[in-house]
């Protein structure tokens, strides 16, 4: 049973932007904290941004602090992440993921996606 599904990865040249989709079964979705978190080749996986189930809060990670911008729509059952301001840095698989509580910590995240590819390339 497919419960979170990414889309909209691809490749894209330094400087611009892409939208993340995450469209999550309504099981998984209500009164559900949502994540973004991004893994590197070789590396473990890092927070990117959260929501809170109303959408009043949200966090981010430093390195896409002003350049990324995550949003709901509970109607939908959908979480968005606007990337701009795209940098080499930036390529790695990105997933959502549904959270326990607002939190920056992967533990705290119960259900996963399979991630959609990002690359940042010239």
């Known amino acids: 049973q497919v419960q979170l599904v990414e889309s909209g990865g691809g490749l894209v040249q330094p400087g611009g932007s892409l939208i993340l989709s995450c469209a999550a079964s309504?099981?998984?979705?209500?009164?559900?904290?949502m994540g973004w978190f991004l893994q590197a080749p070789g590396k473990e996986r890092e927070f990117v941004s959260c929501i809170t189930w109303s959408g009043g809060s949200t966090y981010y990670a430093n390195s896409v602090k002003g350049r990324f911008t995550i949003s709901r729509d509970n109607a939908k059952n959908t979480v968005v992440l606007q990337m701009n301001s795209l940098q080499p840095e930036d390529t790695a698989v990105y997933y959502c993921?549904?959270?326990?509580?607002?939190?920056?910590?992967?533990?705290?995240?119960?259900?996963w996606g399979q991630g959609t590819q990002v690359t940042v390339s010239s």
């Open positions: 309504v099981f998984t979705w209500n009164n559900a904290a």
């Open positions: 993921a549904r959270g326990t509580v607002f939190s920056d910590r992967p533990e705290h995240y119960t259900v």
